[in-house]
């Protein structure tokens, strides 16, 4: 089975501070996401990855950057955490056109 | 643009039949994928639809007309722990493998 890790599963953080979301796979999937959810909008792709070092903006990028230094790890950097960046964020990754992303737990930033 | 259309709540009881449906407007289409997510859970992959017609996966099934640009989840003998949220997802564009989501369907199984 596919496991994609979050480092954390809650965390609060102060606005202005910066903020790192990590992301593990363990399946050598060539794809990684960051997607943000909230309430009565669904899932929304903040960025995504398709190689190391490669990324690509989604829909809701602003605020937010990516880092993706290793196949297996993809990270999530909040460059001044905003309170409207309190949100739950869920990492995903796939192995390719049409397979299925395999979603972490999911981290329930607060930023105060 | 690309925009999914989905109810935002059903309510069903237990042994029925429930059908979720999605619409979508996207600039080209590559497939109508849909995922379950339990209260604090993570959404998993439930089917993918490439083409016309119904897959069928134990108690649940996924519809696509790609001429009608709509798709339906059907969940069959309904029980409690379906309850969950329910996303219709598109792809992004052509090259790509990221997802586009609907807002989600609230399911609400009673007994």
């Known amino acids: 089975d596919v496991k994609v890790t979050q480092s954390s599963r809650y965390l609060v953080k102060r606005t202005g501070e910066k903020v790192f979301l990590e992301c593990v796979q363990d399946m050598d999937h060539e794809n990684m996401f960051w997607y943000r959810q909230d309430p009565g909008l669904g899932l929304r792709l903040i960025y995504f990855s398709y190689d190391v070092k490669m990324k690509e903006k989604g829909d809701i990028p602003e605020g937010y950057s990516v880092s993706r230094e290793k196949k297996e790890r993809f990270s999530l950097i909040l460059e001044s955490a905003s309170t409207n960046q309190t949100s739950m964020y869920l990492c995903?990754?796939?192995?390719?056109?049409?397979?299925?992303?395999?979603f972490g737990n999911g981290t329930r930033l607060t930023v105060t | 643009g690309q925009s999914l259309e989905q109810p935002s709540e059903v309510t069903a009881v237990e042994g029925a039949i429930v059908q979720i449906n999605c619409t979508y407007q996207?600039?080209?289409?590559?497939?109508l994928s849909w995922y379950q997510q339990h209260d604090g859970g993570a959404p998993t992959f439930l089917s993918y639809?490439?083409?016309?017609g119904l897959e069928e996966t134990g108690r649940f099934s996924s519809f696509l007309s790609r001429s009608d640009s709509y798709g339906y989840l059907l969940l069959q003998e309904l029980q409690m722990k379906d309850s969950a949220s329910y996303f219709c997802?598109?792809?992004?564009?052509?090259?790509?493998?990221?997802?586009?989501f609907g807002k989600g369907t609230t399911l609400s199984v009673s007994s």
């Open positions: 995903a990754s796939s192995s390719g056109m049409n397979s299925p992303l395999h």
């Open positions: 997802a598109v792809r992004r564009s052509q090259a790509g493998t990221a997802l586009i």
């Open positions: 996207t600039s080209g289409f590559y497939g």
């Open positions: 639809n490439g083409l016309d």
